[in-house]
């Protein structure tokens, strides 16, 4: 596929991270912004797997194919991983990755989001040369918000939520003012989950921003049922105490819009039942400081080592890939936020190229 651009978003976002020009009030300035960037498609339309991987480090060895390597790439970012990788030099990709780091390329690697989980970090960036990267909060959060006007709780203003995500349907497209109502309120609801609207009134939450606690049923029902009682919208908060984790929910199609926010923040927002609230739409974000993580700390997801074959340690170094906001692929000047080793790996690429344009005689030791 000669077009570079992604898909999915995730490509742009990362190439953002490492080396992006700031908007103003949308986006923030990648690590290295104004770098020279060389977009190689490895995964195709739909993504698919990492098999043109080698074929992408050695053009980044020798981009315009001459046989002369001089005029190879400074710095390679890979977002990608494939779990629990090899340390030995039979896998084609630790080959690669160690060959352009022998001619003075400097290789960055996400290490993986499978978690706490020994010999886990992934390949390519179990390779001896990479710099495999995990990922840490940075004690900010990014996302669209609920506000509760007027609220005397402190708390409840600039809620972050996530936008859902399922098959059709279920997001906030413009932003919606309505009274906020806590569906526990409402007579024959079980354990204030919505998972059936047998016995209840019909437009019982009629012009309504229905409240709505996780579990039992599924995503959809919960926001069906909640559109056929007349609701113009759903916020589902999470049902565990200390479920401060923000997910996309998912499933079948919905026919009105939805998002899901922390437990102790659903807590709160029962509180002020009865109030104005106003969720914005999708892709109006907003900057915060985190009020469920620590800055600098591992994130859960985030894959740990030692590698697998040798118990080298692996990763080499941890950077910012919780709530990472930065380009959305064809927006043409909004942003996105994704999570992710894959959000880490660019910022340690970013400032790889900062030293080589500062340093451009340093040779790489290994």
Not at 135 to 143: M, N
Not at 284 to 296: E, G, M, N, W
Not at 309 to 333: C, F, N, Q, R, W
Not at 340 to 345: A, L, V
């Amino acid at each position: 596929d000669d077009d570079p651009l992604d898909g999915d978003g995730h490509g742009t976002h990362v190439a953002s991270i490492a080396a992006g020009f700031e908007v103003a009030g949308s986006v923030g300035e990648g690590v290295a912004p104004g770098v020279e960037l060389y977009a190689l498609k490895v995964f195709g339309e739909p993504a698919g797997s990492t098999n043109l991987t080698v074929s992408a480090i050695e053009w980044a060895m020798d981009p315009n194919g001459d046989g002369d390597l001089s005029d190879h790439v400074d710095v390679i970012n890979l977002s990608l991983v494939s779990d629990f990788g090899p340390a030995s030099e039979v896998d084609p990709v630790i080959i690669a990755t160690n060959n352009a780091s022998k001619i003075g390329i400097v290789v960055v690697a996400a290490a993986g989001n499978a978690g706490d989980t020994k010999y886990v970090t992934g390949s390519p960036g179990s390779a001896d040369t990479a710099i495999s990267v995990a990922a840490s909060t940075s004690g900010y959060i990014s996302g669209p918000t609920i506000d509760v006007i007027g609220s005397s709780i402190v708390t409840n203003t600039n809620i972050i939520y996530e936008p859902s995500s399922f098959t059709a349907g279920g997001h906030f497209t413009q932003s919606l003012s309505a009274e906020l109502f806590y569906v526990g309120d409402l007579t024959g609801v079980s354990d204030d989950e919505l998972c059936a609207t047998d016995g209840l009134t019909a437009g019982a939450l009629s012009g309504k921003l229905a409240l709505i606690q996780r579990g039992t049923c599924s995503f959809h029902d919960k926001v069906n049922n909640a559109a056929d009682l007349g609701a113009l919208g759903v916020i589902v908060f999470n049902n565990e105490e200390g479920g401060n984790i923000l997910i996309p929910m998912g499933g079948d199609e919905v026919i009105i819009p939805a998002g899901f926010i922390a437990h102790d923040d659903g807590i709160s927002l029962i509180k002020d039942a009865g109030e104005i609230a106003t969720v914005s739409e999708e892709d109006d974000l907003t900057t915060i400081p985190d009020r469920y993580s620590v800055a600098d700390t591992i994130a859960e997801f985030s894959s740990r080592g030692p590698r697998g074959y040798d118990t080298i340690l692996k990763p080499d170094v941890t950077a910012p890939g919780v709530s990472i906001l930065a380009a959305e692929m064809g927006s043409g000047t909004n942003g996105v936020v994704y999570s992710g080793t894959s959000m880490s790996s660019p910022h340690v690429a970013g400032v790889a190229a900062l030293v080589r344009n500062a340093h451009p005689d340093l040779s790489l030791i290994h």
